[in-house]
């Protein structure tokens, strides 16, 4: 039987369409605080309390209170949210990425699907002109789910309006990678834009 045609193109954000590194904020953060850089890391971004902020179940300022607390921060609110979004950065193969995905806009839908919070996701529309050729963009924090659960990947499927096996991902997380291929998603880790290319050519993806 002939394999499914692709229909749409799915990029994560983070370290595909743009970089990031926790450790900028987490030096930002430590003097003011009896934590060093990498205990902010550990005990900060790497927590289930993130996780519940990624997922919407907490709102920014009850999330700013945990953190204050669990870190005994000395600063205040709007000082905070800006340490916190200090994080982002744009390398010359994440814009690769967004040509890409330009390209693609007139043939596919193109979306976007991340596991990430409010505070960053209003940071980078406000920062950053990327996001104008993705026709749906979804986001852990208003789908109340992070991935690898299986029910993100569902919901951006009834999203798009395709069947698994229409869909291209990328992402550079393996684990993530195959969340979306066990639903039977053609998913792809991202390694870089050469490697990237030759995926999607290989998924009988054209592109400019």
């Known amino acids: 039987m002939a394999q499914d045609k692709i229909k749409a193109v799915i990029f994560d954000l983070g370290n595909v369409l743009v970089n990031f590194d926790h450790r900028r904020a987490a030096r930002r953060i430590a003097p003011f605080t009896d934590k060093t850089p990498e205990e902010i890391y550990g005990l900060f971004f790497d927590s289930p309390l993130t996780a519940m902020f990624e997922e919407g179940k907490i709102a920014p300022s009850s999330f700013f209170l945990q953190v204050k607390e669990m870190l005994g921060l000395r600063l205040g609110y709007e000082d905070f949210v800006a340490a916190f979004n200090d994080i982002f950065f744009l390398t010359e193969e994440n814009k690769g990425v967004h040509r890409l995905a330009e390209s693609f806009s007139s043939r596919y839908q193109v979306a976007l699907l991340s596991n990430i919070n409010i505070l960053h996701w209003q940071y980078l529309r406000k920062s950053l002109s990327v996001f104008s050729h993705f026709q749906k963009i979804l986001t852990s924090f208003e789908l109340g789910v992070r991935k690898p659960d299986a029910l993100i ?12 096996q229409e869909v291209f991902y990328t992402d550079d997380r393996p684990e993530l990678i195959a969340g979306a291929s066990r639903l039977g998603m053609r998913a792809a880790v991202f390694d870089g834009l050469v490697s990237l290319k030759k995926a999607l050519s290989d998924n009988g993806l054209t592109f400019n």
């Open 153 to 164: 990947y569902q919901k951006a499927l009834h999203a798009l309006g395709v069947k698994p």
